[in-house]
């Protein structure tokens, strides 16, 4: 299996109430795509972290393979929620693809 995991900070400007819309609309965009991409095995983003966190939230996601990762990343619905949803609204991205064989 191939692990996507990314974790995004939400920009500085948005206030308490901006940036709990903010992750309820990623979070219901990018779990909605399950069924959408045939590649996905599993998908959930993670929304309320512990006050030690220096993330906002987190994308964890599942494919069989990183071909199949690749299709997701190109897909059109995926890159809708991207495009619309997560990229306007967040400062940093930080991303590790990893196969998780265990």
């Known amino acids: 299996m191939v692990k996507h995991v990314i974790l995004w900070t939400l920009k500085d400007e948005l206030s308490e109430e901006e940036k709990s819309k903010v992750k309820k609309e990623?979070?219901?965009?990018?779990?909605?795509?399950?069924?959408?991409?045939?590649?996905?095995?599993?998908?959930?983003?993670?929304?309320?972290?512990?006050?030690?966190?220096?993330?906002?939230?987190m994308l964890d996601s599942t494919f069989q393979t990183a071909e199949d990762l690749a299709v997701y990343a190109a897909h059109p619905a995926h890159l809708e929620v991207?495009?619309?949803?997560?990229?306007?609204?967040?400062?940093?991205?930080?991303?590790?693809?990893?196969?998780?064989?265990?």
């Open 82 to 102: 991207a495009n619309g949803k997560v990229r306007p609204f967040t400062r940093l991205r930080s991303c590790l693809d990893f196969n998780d064989n265990e």
């Open 26 to 57: 990623i979070k219901e965009g990018l779990e909605g795509l399950k069924g959408v991409i045939p590649e996905i095995v599993d998908i959930r983003v993670i929304t309320e972290g512990l006050s030690t966190s220096n993330a906002d939230l």
